[in-house]
């Protein structure tokens, strides 16, 4: 065989192996059943969507309506007085002080952004130690006296301060989070 035969017949063995391998990697058109016939428009379904939850306006949101007075007594085990509330743009915040005349008790809710940059600042500034929170939000992290857990793209903050060990607050403060959690996943609609 002469050598322009044989670089012709590569160049046609080579020809075929790519027009085959193109027409082997083509998608397949689908073929109107033979009873179709002109059927006019054809009703295209989409994927359902599942809506994310709306985010919360913190700066009208009123925390102490997150997590109640009583609820927060409950959770610390001691009486709290009348809350204080704030709400800005980055959070809303309601602190529930502890009596004057002790036990040392306080606790403090935040909603929004501002709870997640308390996280951001604890774990990655401060180098808390966290343990991840299973089941609690879309995600959740605690700490000795403070836990935070994210609904949506809401983030919370549950903060005990107490003179007593930390350990005895790990459920207390775990519970306290379901709630809010649940209210706030309530809020989100």
């Avoid at 058109?29 to 599942?50: K, Q, R, S, W, Y």
């Avoid at 607050?169 to 649940?182: G, I, K, Q, Y």
Wanted: glycine share 8%.
């Amino acid at each position: 065989m002469s050598t322009a035969r044989l670089i012709g017949a590569s160049v046609a063995v080579a020809a075929a192996l790519l027009l085959g391998g193109c027409a082997a990697s083509a998608p397949e058109t689908p073929e109107l059943p033979a009873d179709a016939g002109d059927a006019g428009e054809v009703e295209v379904t989409a994927e359902p969507t599942i809506a994310a939850p709306k985010t919360l306006d913190v700066a009208s949101l009123d925390a102490c309506t997150i997590l109640t007075k009583e609820e927060a007594e409950t959770a610390i085990g001691t009486a709290l007085t009348e809350p204080l509330s704030a709400s800005t743009a980055d959070a809303a915040a309601c602190t529930y002080p502890g009596d004057p005349n002790g036990p040392t008790a306080q606790v403090a809710i935040f909603v929004g952004p501002g709870a997640k940059q308390q996280l951001d600042i604890d774990k990655d500034t401060l180098e808390h130690v966290f343990v991840e929170v299973p089941g609690l939000g879309d995600e959740a992290w605690q700490q000795d006296g403070m836990i935070f857990a994210r609904s949506g793209n809401d983030w919370l903050s549950i903060q005990f301060v107490s003179l007593d060990d930390p350990a005895v607050f790990v459920e207390p403060l775990r519970s306290a989070m379901a709630v809010a959690v649940d209210r706030v996943r309530g809020l989100q609609g």
